[in-house]
């Protein structure tokens, strides 16, 4: 745990204290608001600003920013929604980071070691430590094809060749079938450092997950040619064998002694969950979310600006979660609670959304619907929504009646579907939450696309880019209808959301 954050989240918890003894919440003479539009770019401004240092989980721009979105929550009139008096408001998620630490490699043919140089081969494991002794290789041909059965895997290192430019899929099949470990010969495109670069991002995980202790390792093609040497046998032997149609799984007369291990650093993180309470109890909730991660300071080591402020992800579905809140605590009192959830750590892997699930404030099967709001401000005003997740709960004819009403067009999302993995939604999706995100974005593929493709996670999706608050206002104000039309039992009994 990094003691930094305990204290500034004791500051936090300190200052917000005070305030949650004041009866009756933010005072009444507010002043006059400026339009939904300013207020929307008024967050943006401040939680993409170099300021916040791209809001990366355990860093001081979390602090900055829970502290600048608790206030605002509170200001707005909803109560801590943790249901968990120890930590009002800011529901702790712990992550482990586990980068590489070492990484070893011998072979022996026939009992005598085969040389191969330590620089050729890297070693990484999903747990703290692996070893597979003295394992046969078993060679299974390229990156895409068939999975051999348990019996032939266990015991054994599965050897393949480099397939799909680094698509890991067969890799974690072969793995998930029972072999020891799995070594794939790199085919040139990729080099062991930007395999091992490319593991350093995603070696994140609940403390609480089992993370199992997957070996799986990376050969250069000259540590393969070395390591055939006498075999009899080549690396063209081996492509050209895996390129038959007829090709079957073949034991080499080589086995490997492999190992890995990680180094572990814990991450204090969390959650922000706010609520405005229903007046009608045990009705079910709603429940709107949004990501408050990016990616903090990640951009090249020589660039002039390295702070990925995340603008549009997520700063703007931050923005309109906020004021979705704003609208819905000034109206008239829903029957069901409606929650507010500003996750952490969804671009580690949608953890705080895992966690949330994993341990939620509410028993889980109380939620008849969950919005998530996903990098929101590309469509400008006046563009049609999709609902990315169409089709995988039954909130989908209820959303277009709430729509219809709102005057607001839903389009055909099948292609906008394609993203649905890449958010939140699915992680609450895994633990039966109906979530969908609707969403302006994906109406116009091609301009998100654009996004993805450019400034997406990168130090340009700042306040320099064209961001529009216009399409993030009309998303506020359809978000706001369906947490309404969700949060009322006659609209939408419980049995029938589910
Ligand atoms: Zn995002």
């Known amino acids: 745990m990094n003691r930094g954050m ?23 003479s507010a002043p006059r608001e400026a339009p939904l539009e300013a207020r929307l770019r008024a967050h943006v401004e401040v939680l993409a600003s170099d300021d916040f240092e791209g809001r990366e989980p355990g ?18 009139g909803l109560v801590s929604g943790t249901n968990d008096p120890g930590n009002e408001w800011f529901a702790p998620v712990t992550l482990v980071a586990r980068e590489p630490a070492s990484s070893s490699a011998q072979f022996a043919r026939k009992g005598r ?8 081969v890297l070693m990484l494991t999903s747990g703290n430590r692996s070893l597979v002794k003295d394992a046969p290789l078993l060679f299974v041909g390229k990156g895409r094809g068939p999975v051999p059965d348990r019996s032939e895997l ?32 790199l085919d040139g495109d990729r080099s062991l450092d930007s ?38 046998m080549t690396l063209a032997d081996l492509e050209r064998k895996a390129g038959r149609p007829e090709f ?19 991450i204090r993180t969390y959650n922000l969950i706010g609520k405005l309470p229903g007046r009608k109890r045990d009705s079910g909730a709603v429940l709107l979310l949004a990501h408050w991660d990016a990616f903090g300071i990640c951009g090249d080591e020589t660039a002039e600006d390295r702070i990925c402020n995340g603008a549009i992800d997520n700063a703007s579905g931050i923005a309109v979660l906020t004021e979705a809140a704003r609208i819905l605590a000034r109206g008239p009192r829903p029957e069901r609670d409606i929650y507010f959830l500003a996750t952490t750590s969804e671009e580690l892997g949608l953890l705080g959304a895992h966690a ?3 341990n939620p404030p509410l028993p889980i099967n109380q939620i008849v619907a969950a919005f998530n709001i996903d990098s929101i401000a590309i469509a400008p005003r006046g563009s049609p929504a999709v609902i990315v997740g169409k089709g995988l709960t039954s909130l989908d004819s209820r959303i277009a009646a709430v729509a219809k009403r709102e005057k607001r067009k839903i389009v055909d999302s099948s292609e906008a579907n394609a993203y649905v993995k890449r958010q939140d939604g699915w992680a609450l999706l895994q633990h039966d939450i109906p979530t969908v995100m609707v969403t302006s974005a994906y109406a116009d593929l091609a301009k998100m696309e654009a996004f993805f493709e450019g400034d997406y996670h990168r130090p340009s999706d700042d306040l320099k880019r064209p961001i529009e608050f216009g399409g993030a206002a009309d998303d506020v104000l359809l978000h706001v209808a369906l947490a309404r039309w969700f949060a009322d039992t006659r609209k939408v009994p419980s049995a029938a959301a589910k």
Do not use: H
């Not at 080589?254 to 291990?261: N, V």
């Open 6 to 28: 305990a204290a500034i989240f004791r500051c936090i918890q300190g200052a917000l204290a005070p305030l949650l003894l004041l009866a009756g919440g933010p005072a009444l």
């Open 59 to 76: 860093t001081e721009g979390e602090a900055k920013t829970l502290r600048y979105l608790g206030k605002q929550w509170f200001d707005i």
């Open 113 to 120: 070691r085969q040389y191969v140089p330590k620089a050729a």
């Open 154 to 185: 266990a015991g054994r290192v599965a050897l393949l060749l480099d397939g799909d430019g680094g698509d890991s899929s067969r890799q974690d099949a072969l793995l998930a079938a029972g072999a020891s470990a799995v070594l794939t010969v």
């Open 195 to 232: 395999v091992a670069a490319r593991r350093k991002r995603s070696g994140y995980a609940l403390a609480d997950d089992n993370v199992g202790g997957d070996l799986e390792g990376f050969i250069t093609q000259e540590g393969m040619i070395r390591l055939l040497q006498g075999s009899g």
């Open 248 to 266: 079957v799984p073949e034991v080499l007369d080589i086995t490997g002694t492999l190992e890995a291990t990680t180094r572990e650093t814990k």
């Open 356 to 358: 949330f699930a994993e």
